[in-house]
């Protein structure tokens, strides 16, 4: 078989196998959703039984699931080799979406303090690493480019984490690769997003 494994029955099945992110929704805590090998589920009961949701979704990693905190049908996915997905159905269904965003979406931060203000991290062009932040201020429909001032030399360096302050949309933190000291890798802080 493949090296990704086969999905037939009686043979190597990957559901848990590879889990990449988990979600609970903070209006409905036994509403969940969990990433896998080329897949995405939804939980209605806790975790209990689980729905494959990739319809509109291209088989590949998905990175993040993260469901909107204001709009409770909206989903936002980020995806290896393909970038953000959106879902406006509570994941019936999925768009792509590029309007000023990457691929390789590996991180997406969104804060109930502002519904429509969204973060994401994912490489600057179209590779594999993730090197650049981009910012939605309109829930995600389209993207921009911050300066990213302040940071080591993203050319050299990786960031996969991205964590916006619940109570303020401009606080922001950022993972970055390397050794963990100053103008090198370590958790930044922005509070002018």
């Known amino acids: 078989g493949a090296w990704w494994g ?12 590879a889990l990449g992110y988990i979600a609970a929704d903070p209006n409905d805590p036994a509403h969940w959703y969990f990433t896998d090998w ?27 699931v993260v469901p909107d905190l204001a709009d409770e049908k909206l989903i936002h996915v980020g ?29 997406i931060a969104t804060t109930p303090a502002d519904a429509t203000r969204m973060y994401a991290v994912g490489p600057r062009e179209w590779h594999w690493y993730a090197n650049q ?25 990786r960031c996969n984490t991205i964590v916006v302050n619940p109570r303020n949309p401009d606080e922001v933190y950022l993972t970055v690769s390397g050794e963990v000291r100053k103008n090198e890798g370590g958790v930044y802080r922005s509070i002018d997003a």
């Open 133 to 157: 932040v981009f910012i939605s201020r309109d829930g995600g429909q389209s993207w921009s480019r911050p300066a990213m001032n302040g940071l080591p030399d993203m050319d050299k360096a």
């Open 79 to 107: 995806m290896a080799d393909l970038g953000y997905f959106r879902s406006t159905d509570a994941g019936e269904t999925y768009s792509w979406n590029n309007r000023g965003i990457s691929n390789n979406i590996k991180s």
């Open 6 to 17: 086969r999905m037939r029955p009686g043979m190597y099945n990957h559901f848990g196998s």
């Open 38 to 64: 080329y897949a995405c589920y939804e939980s209605l009961d806790a975790g209990k039984s689980w729905t494959l949701r990739i319809d509109g979704v291209e088989m590949t990693v998905i990175h993040t």
